[in-house]
């Protein structure tokens, strides 16, 4: 399955070791995903050289092109919040997943979009389990 | 005009003082700021009381209704992110404002979306002076 993963770069990165557990994982079970260079933890500095423009435009392109988008929603975001949205325009599933805790937006926490999941963990087992069931609803 | 006005709550206060400025001065040219509790210093705490579906419900009602929305960007925010995607996605004019030398999102300062437009302020001047010419193009 594609999955469009979306992660904080330049809203921080308190949270890339998770990042980095959910993608290798996922790419471990044999999914394409597209935006595995969110987990690396030299991302912020490989983005840096990358034009503005660019990173927009390939960024929406695999939001189109994905199957489903899972987001890790525990950091502030202007670009996990922008993606997520419009994965709910496109019609995409999508899961937001947040470190039980930390104080989540409203508009996250009580969106009525259809095909969209928000879920909250405590470990790393109780995330892999709430992603396990969401992809395999998608699956059938 | 109804403005929608984008700030960060849940993300952070950092900037809720200029919140307060762009509120403030456009009330008083007549503009119907139909959020204008994003820029009350005591937000956070006001808008703890009501239900996360409820803020979602109301807000995206009122993006919908706005005749253009004017986020402040300077903090990462997710429900701010979200709300530049749903009004780019209904058609509505966009401006996205930030202090100079923040670092900004490249799904937001890359945005090619129509009639969004990004810009960069280093004073309280400076940012009057870049909603004043959206606003009067959207009248002109």
Redesign the interface.
Known sequence: MKIYFSG?????RDHAAIYQHMVARWQAQGHNVLSSHVADPLALES?KD????????R?TDWVKECDALIAE?S????????????AV?LGKPVLCVYRSGV??????????APHLAVEAYSSEAELDEQVEVFLKELTG
Do not use: H
Not at 50 to 57: F, H, K, L, M, Q
Not at 103 to 112: P, W
């Open positions: 904080s770069i330049s809203g921080g983005e990358r034009s503005p423009r660019e990173v927009y435009e960024d929603v950091t502030p975001s202007l670009g996990v919040g922008y993606e997520i949205a419009l325009q104080q989540l937006s409203k508009m996250i926490s009580g969106n009525s």
